[in-house]
């Protein structure tokens, strides 16, 4: 007869609660080794904001998070690309998140965050339009709260032919509901013209549809000169089948050429509806106004403007007056008040360097040529020494013309760019 076999006693109260505890302690071992690597965790979190934006996030730098107070997480090298897409839409240096508690345990019903640093964050603007296109439609989006603000250094937007670099963004605080204040410097810069800025900007809440306002000082510098200007800046954010950008933009500056001992002020202002997609700029319709001293005609028009990698202007116009500073014209040109209609038709680099395209009409005489800018900025610099004609080139007719006493009828002449006729 074979013995019988050994009964395994029952599990008592404390042989379980010993067996519960070692579990926990070796669970609680593993979390503390997983959770010891900040690549580890700044991975996961990357793969879930990743998963949730339909975005390929990755991080290449040390990581670094902490727990005690106000948990932080900072992680380095991140880059993030719509799937498919060879150009990430973000790069950043260095992203810093802080969060409270009562944020990490709202599980996402709270989007308050104390503060986010962004290190030499790059946007390529085409990529990011393209990433948004493909974003299904959502009611009005949620915004998290910043109560200590948002704070960005050495960033960069990449758009078609130009970009706008070492942006540095400092705001107090971000609440979607309130006005907010922020100071913004950076260098807009396209070929060899750079625009460098310190503005300020308000924007009544953050959502499509509020209002923005900027004020500050914009420079333009294309060697030789330099243009200075106090401007401002309005409109209401766009975000639209059409682009990002400005409805009812409008866009006003006290500016001062100068060049040498040249120094030209007027102020001047445009408007229409202002829109960015793929990277390009656009304005149409555009309405214009400058009003010149001196050397600087006062002129108001209408047309549009397209730039990206080149720009594209057209304006139809009027010229109030012939500007006393540059040669009179000859009779009867000179005795009329009439105003002077144009139209101008740009299309070349972004500094005004190509030649632009002009018709210039007075009573019934009328010119049909072209100039380039740098030219008639060094006219206009030298104009007590220079030529009386601008330096233009084309075709003028009149019907008649009375010059040193002489009445010439059926007047026709052909300019080169020397102004010689």
């Given at each position: 007869?074979?013995?019988?076999?050994?009964?395994?006693?029952?599990?008592?109260?404390?042989?379980?609660?010993?067996?519960?505890?070692?579990?926990?302690?070796?669970?609680?071992?593993?979390?503390?080794?997983?959770?010891?690597?900040?690549?580890?965790?700044?991975?996961?979190?990357?793969?879930?904001?990743?998963?949730?934006?339909?975005?390929?996030?990755?991080?290449?730098?040390?990581?670094?998070?902490?727990?005690?107070?106000?948990?932080?997480?900072?992680?380095?090298?991140?880059?993030?690309?719509?799937?498919?897409?060879?150009?990430?839409?973000?790069?950043?240096?260095?992203?810093?998140?802080?969060?409270?508690?009562?944020?990490?345990?709202?599980?996402?019903?709270?989007?308050?965050?104390?503060?986010?640093?962004?290190?030499?964050?790059?946007?390529?603007?085409?990529?990011?339009?393209?990433?948004?296109?493909?974003?299904?439609?959502?009611?009005?989006?949620?915004?998290?709260?910043?109560?200590?603000?948002?704070?960005?250094?050495?960033?960069?937007?990449?758009?078609?032919?130009?970009?706008?670099?070492?942006?540095?963004?400092?705001?107090?605080?971000?609440?979607?509901?309130?006005?907010?204040?922020?100071?913004?410097?950076?260098?807009?810069?396209?070929?060899?013209?750079?625009?460098?800025?310190?503005?300020?900007?308000?924007?009544?809440?953050?959502?499509?549809?509020?209002?923005?306002?900027?004020?500050?000082?914009?420079?333009?510098?294309?060697?030789?000169?330099?243009?200075?200007?106090?401007?401002?800046?309005?409109?209401?954010?766009?975000?639209?089948?059409?682009?990002?950008?400005?409805?009812?933009?409008?866009?006003?500056?006290?500016?001062?050429?100068?060049?040498?001992?040249?120094?030209?002020?007027?102020?001047?202002?445009?408007?229409?509806?202002?829109?960015?997609?793929?990277?390009?700029?656009?304005?149409?319709?555009?309405?214009?106004?400058?009003?010149?001293?001196?050397?600087?005609?006062?002129?108001?028009?209408?047309?549009?403007?397209?730039?990206?990698?080149?720009?594209s202007m057209q304006l139809d116009g009027t010229l109030s007056s012939w500007p006393r500073a540059w040669p009179a014209l000859p009779s009867p040109l000179g005795e009329s008040t009439s105003p002077l209609p144009f139209t101008l038709d740009y299309r070349g680099?972004?500094?005004?360097?190509?030649?632009?395209?002009?018709?210039?009409?007075?009573?019934?005489?009328?010119?049909?040529?072209?100039?380039?800018?740098?030219?008639?900025?060094q006219w206009i610099d030298h104009l007590d020494t220079a030529s009386p004609l601008p330096p233009l080139s084309g075709h003028l007719t009149s019907p008649r013309i009375d010059i040193a006493g002489a009445t010439l009828e059926g007047v026709e002449v052909e300019f080169g760019e020397d102004a010689t006729p």
């Open positions: 007869m074979a013995a019988p076999e050994p009964q395994t006693p029952p599990l008592g109260p404390r042989r379980i609660g010993l067996l519960a505890l070692l579990i926990a302690l070796a669970l609680l071992a593993f979390a503390l080794h997983w959770v010891s690597r900040p690549d580890r965790v700044a991975r996961l979190i990357l793969s879930q904001v990743g998963n949730a934006l339909d975005l390929e996030i990755t991080s290449g730098g040390a990581s670094e998070y902490r727990l005690r107070g106000t948990p932080m997480l900072t992680i380095r090298g991140v880059v993030a690309r719509k799937p498919g897409d060879a150009t990430p839409l973000l790069r950043a240096d260095r992203i810093r998140l802080e969060l409270p508690w009562r944020t990490i345990r709202a599980r996402g019903a709270d989007l308050t965050v104390r503060r986010i640093e962004l290190d030499a964050p790059d946007l390529d603007l085409p990529a990011l339009q393209r990433w948004l296109a493909t974003r299904p439609p959502t009611k009005e989006p949620r915004i998290p709260t910043l109560t200590d603000g948002l704070r960005i250094v050495r960033g960069r937007v990449m758009g078609d032919g130009w970009r706008v670099e070492a942006i540095d963004v400092d705001a107090p605080s971000f609440h979607p509901d309130r006005m907010v204040r922020a100071r913004l410097l950076g260098r807009f810069a396209t070929g060899e013209l750079r625009v460098p800025f310190d503005v300020r900007a308000a924007l009544t809440r953050l959502a499509a549809g509020a209002g923005l306002g900027v004020v500050g000082n914009v420079s333009v510098l294309s060697p030789p000169w330099t243009m200075p200007m106090r401007t401002q800046l309005s409109g209401r954010l766009h975000n639209g089948d059409d682009g990002i950008g400005l409805d009812a933009m409008r866009l006003g500056a006290n500016a001062t050429y100068r060049n040498g001992d040249t120094d030209l002020a007027f102020t001047y202002g445009l408007a229409g509806p202002m829109r960015v997609r793929e990277g390009t700029l656009h304005v149409a319709p555009l309405g214009l106004v400058v009003y010149g001293t001196g050397a600087v005609p006062s002129l108001q028009g209408t047309g549009a403007l397209t730039f990206g990698d080149s720009l680099r972004a500094d005004l360097s190509a030649t632009t395209a002009l018709r210039l009409r007075r009573d019934t005489t009328r010119f049909d040529g072209a100039l380039r800018l740098p030219s008639i900025l």
